[in-house]
T-cell receptor, first 114, second 111 residues
Framework: DVKVTQSSRYLVKRTGEKVFLECVQDMDHENMFWYRQDPGLGLRLIYFSYDVKMKEKGDIPEGYSVSREKKERFSLILESASTNQTSMYLC?????????????FGAGSRLTVL | DAKTTQPPSMDCAEGRAANLPCNHSTISGNEYVYWYRQIHSQGPQYIIHGLKNNETNEMASLIITEDRKSSTLILPHATLRDTAVYYCIVRVYTNAGKSTFGDGTTLTVKP
């Protein structure tokens, strides 16, 4: 019954490495999102996409990029990982209105940058 | 999106109703109230949402005050599995999920 799948639950990378976080949804949702979650800061939106090849910056896009080549897949890219990007990363998807505009989240990917 | 205020933590006895408050005094007329919860080590899960009428589904009830400045999520018979962080979010329905999740309320259900 998994609907939003994040490719890795736990990753450990070194400073300067390029990191790819993959997210796939099987609900035919138009919208997809990447958040990061840090203690005391809640969930913060990094990027989102409302259509294939479309993307918009969220609240904290610096240091990140995204790719959406297919409707079901939304990738988050850290071009050169830094220690301050150690975090829990959450992918979510939703329908466009008038569909039920609620977020379905994946289980999260915990990234540690050494 | 309107700002929300929730208590940082609450306890509830197993089998009793859990009432989680949320203040959203700056809510606009076209903003909905959404509730999500996050069980440890999982992604947030949608619970319920509403505009101005009270709503109920299989998981919970949502009570929104007449002036819409506050709401209460009610879990009618809390179980240990309801222990989680509960987030109250206010946003325009057509807004493509650009939601701000604060720290929420940590609900601990005790036996």
């Amino acid at each position: 019954d998994v609907k939003v799948t994040q490719s890795s639950r736990y990753l450990v990378k070194r400073t300067g490495e390029k990191v790819f976080l993959e997210c796939v949804q099987d609900m035919d949702h138009e919208n997809m999102f990447w958040y990061r979650q840090d203690p005391g800061l809640g969930l913060r939106l990094i990027y989102f996409s409302y259509d294939v090849k479309m993307k918009e910056k969220g609240d904290i896009p610096e240091g990140y990029s995204v790719s959406r080549e297919k409707k079901e897949r939304f990738s988050l890219i850290l071009e050169s990982a830094s220690t301050n990007q150690t975090s829990m990363y959450l992918c979510a998807s939703s329908l466009q209105p008038p569909g039920a505009n609620v977020l379905t989240f994946g289980a999260g990917s915990r990234l540690t940058v050494l | 999106d309107a700002k929300t205020t929730q208590p940082p933590s609450m306890d509830c006895a197993e089998g009793r109703a859990a009432n989680l408050p949320c203040n959203h005094s700056t809510i606009s007329g076209n903003e909905y109230v959404y509730w999500y919860r996050q069980i440890h080590s999982q992604g947030p899960q949608y619970i319920i949402h509403g505009l101005k009428n009270n709503e109920t589904n299989e998981m919970a009830s949502l009570i929104i005050t007449e002036d819409r400045k506050s709401s209460t999520l009610i879990l009618p018979h809390a179980t240990l599995r309801d222990t989680a962080v509960y987030y109250c979010i206010v946003r325009v329905y057509t807004n493509a999920g650009k939601s701000t999740f604060g720290d929420g309320t940590t609900l601990t259900v005790k036996p």
